[in-house]
């Protein structure tokens, strides 16, 4: 039976916010041993960006320390950058938190994502929880996640639960070592991580959001309702980014689509659309300003609709307009995920669903990979891992040429 963790060791740590603060804990983290378990706590669904309003950080002989980045984001990161870059990191779920983390100058010299060494490992609940109570055998103490971590003070519970999530960090990873080992996938892990650490590596290029990638964008197919999407979407970014809250709270993405989607002709034809805040006059009268503004604008102007080549390729979505294409990919998919079952890896993992969908368009409709190697200069042009094309390009050769 699970032992149950509801406090952190020696109790709640204090939250540590001034710049002597920091340099005393960056000190005693650079007296510590081993890997530093770090994780983040950020107000996405309350706040305009990803930054991160709390840094829990632990390792061997240090302790846990809680660091508060907000308004001292320079002074945290004289402090600890040169610790915390010269260490390997334990983070669970590393593409989460490293994002806010680069913020501050902060990278891993090198890096363990315990959850997705659990993905590798073939387990069915990758959680923090789940892992912990089946590798270590104690449930931890949850739910607070989905706070607004930009609330000051901090309560106690909510600090206690923040420092959980590093609490056996280290251990997790431990096991986890073993356990990959033991089933001849450790390489692969390694592989993985090292890939995670490239891509949010120092001066690696991060992709802005922008309204392209909105989700449903590719459902307008006339470039009037793309152009009022765009404008849409400015008008979101600018307000949000002005009030400092999450793009949501003042437009949900949905609801910003389906008005580009049936181009309103009025402040009334706003109020039919689901989502829409009906009641609030100020609402429609701005947005429909927005909605006028940009059809009126020239079409010169407009964007264009995207052009299917071997430089782009169609959404999932889209892909019932290419039946020979939308086969091969189902059957593609299809004798993939047995590979992915005889291994025990999610098939998402074993590759990944854009770069199979980008290796059958190439292959069958611009007739770019005809023969083994191209397949492979392919797959690694995507930054397939090694592990990846050993497993996989038998079977995609077999489908596909």
Same mark, same amino acid.
């Given at each position: 039976?699970?032992?149950?963790?509801?406090?952190?060791?020696?109790?709640?740590?204090?939250?540590?916010?001034?710049?002597?603060?920091?340099?005393?804990?960056?000190?005693?983290?650079?007296?510590?041993?081993?890997?530093?378990?770090?994780?983040?706590?950020?107000?996405?669904?309350?706040?305009?960006?990803?930054?991160?309003?709390?840094?829990?950080?632990?390792?061997?002989?240090?302790?846990?320390?809680?660091?508060?980045?907000?308004?001292?984001?320079?002074?945290?990161?004289?402090?600890?950058?040169?610790?915390?870059?010269?260490?390997?990191?334990?983070?669970?779920?590393?593409?989460?938190?490293?994002?806010?983390?680069?913020?501050?100058?902060?990278?891993?010299?090198?890096?363990?994502?315990?959850?997705?060494?659990?993905?590798?490992?073939?387990?069915?609940?990758?959680?923090?929880?789940?892992?912990?109570?089946?590798?270590?055998?104690?449930?931890?103490?949850?739910?607070?996640?989905?706070?607004?971590?930009?609330?000051?003070?901090?309560?106690?519970?909510?600090?206690?639960?923040?420092?959980?999530?590093?609490?056996?960090?280290?251990?997790?990873?431990?096991?986890?070592?073993?356990?990959?080992?033991?089933?001849?996938?450790?390489?692969?892990?390694?592989?993985?991580?090292?890939?995670?650490?490239?891509?949010?590596?120092?001066?690696?290029?991060?992709?802005?959001?922008?309204?392209?990638?909105?989700?449903?964008?590719?459902?307008?197919?006339?470039?009037?309702?793309?152009?009022?999407?765009?404008?849409?979407?400015?008008?979101?970014?600018?307000?949000?980014?002005?009030?400092?809250?999450?793009?949501?709270?003042?437009?949900?993405?949905?609801?910003?689509?389906?008005? /580009? *989607? !049936?181009? &309103?002709? +009025?402040?009334?034809?706003?109020?039919?659309?689901? $989502?829409?805040?009906?009641?609030?006059? =100020?609402?429609?009268?701005?947005?429909?300003?927005?909605?006028?503004? /940009? *059809? !009126?604008? &020239?079409? +010169?102007?407009?964007?264009?609709?995207?052009?299917? $080549?071997?430089?782009?390729?169609?959404? =999932?979505?889209?892909?019932?307009?290419?039946?020979?294409?939308?086969?091969?990919?189902?059957?593609?998919?299809?004798?993939?995920?047995?590979?992915?079952?005889?291994?025990?890896?999610?098939?998402?993992?074993?590759?990944?669903?854009?770069?199979?969908?980008?290796?059958?368009?190439?292959?069958?409709?611009?007739?770019?990979?005809?023969?083994?190697?191209?397949?492979?200069?392919?797959?690694?042009?995507?930054?397939?891992?090694?592990?990846?094309?050993?497993?996989?390009?038998?079977?995609?050769?077999?489908?596909?040429?």
């Amino acid at each position: 039976m699970a032992v149950p963790l509801t406090s952190p060791t020696g109790g709640t740590p204090k939250l540590i916010d001034s710049a002597r603060g920091f340099s005393a804990a960056a000190q005693a983290l650079s007296a510590g041993r081993g890997p530093i378990a770090v994780d983040t706590e950020r107000a996405s669904g309350y706040r305009y960006d990803e930054r991160a309003f709390l840094i829990q950080l632990r390792r061997r002989d240090t302790g846990t320390l809680l660091l508060d980045p907000e308004g001292h984001r320079d002074e945290l990161r004289e402090a600890f950058a040169p610790v915390l870059n010269s260490a390997t990191w334990i983070i669970h779920a590393a593409p989460s938190d490293l994002p806010c983390l680069a913020q501050l100058g902060l990278y891993p010299a090198d890096l363990f994502d315990t959850e997705l060494a659990g993905r590798l490992a073939g387990m069915d609940h990758v959680n923090l929880a789940a892992m912990t109570e089946d590798i270590l055998g104690y449930t931890l103490s949850k739910g607070h996640g989905q706070e607004d971590w930009s609330t000051r003070p901090l309560p106690d519970e909510w600090l206690d639960y923040a420092a959980l999530d590093v609490e056996l960090l280290n251990e997790l990873a431990e096991a986890m070592v073993e356990i990959l080992d033991a089933g001849g996938k450790l390489d692969w892990a390694v592989q993985e991580f090292q890939h995670i650490r490239r891509l949010h590596a120092p001066g690696a290029s991060s992709i802005p959001p922008t309204w392209v990638r909105a989700k449903g964008i590719n459902g307008l197919n006339r470039p009037e309702q793309r152009v009022v999407a765009r404008e849409l979407w400015l008008e979101r970014d600018r307000i949000a980014r002005k009030r400092d809250c999450a793009v949501h709270r003042i437009l949900k993405t949905r609801t910003m689509i389906e008005i /580009a *989607r !049936r181009l &309103p002709e +009025s402040p009334r034809d706003l109020t039919t659309i689901s $989502g829409f805040p009906k009641r609030d006059e =100020r609402a429609r009268a701005r947005w429909m300003s927005v909605v006028d503004r /940009a *059809r !009126r604008s &020239p079409r +010169s102007s407009w964007p264009k609709l995207p052009e299917h $080549g071997s430089c782009h390729v169609p959404g =999932r979505s889209a892909m019932a307009s290419y039946p020979e294409v939308k086969e091969t990919l189902t059957r593609a998919r299809e004798s993939l995920s047995e590979v992915a079952e005889q291994v025990d890896v999610p098939v998402e993992n074993l590759l990944a669903p854009a770069t199979l969908r980008s290796t059958v368009w190439n292959a069958v409709e611009t007739g770019t990979i005809r023969s083994v190697g191209q397949l492979v200069d392919h797959l690694e042009g995507l930054e397939a891992r090694p592990w990846q094309i050993d497993l996989t390009v038998p079977v995609l050769a077999r489908e596909l040429l």
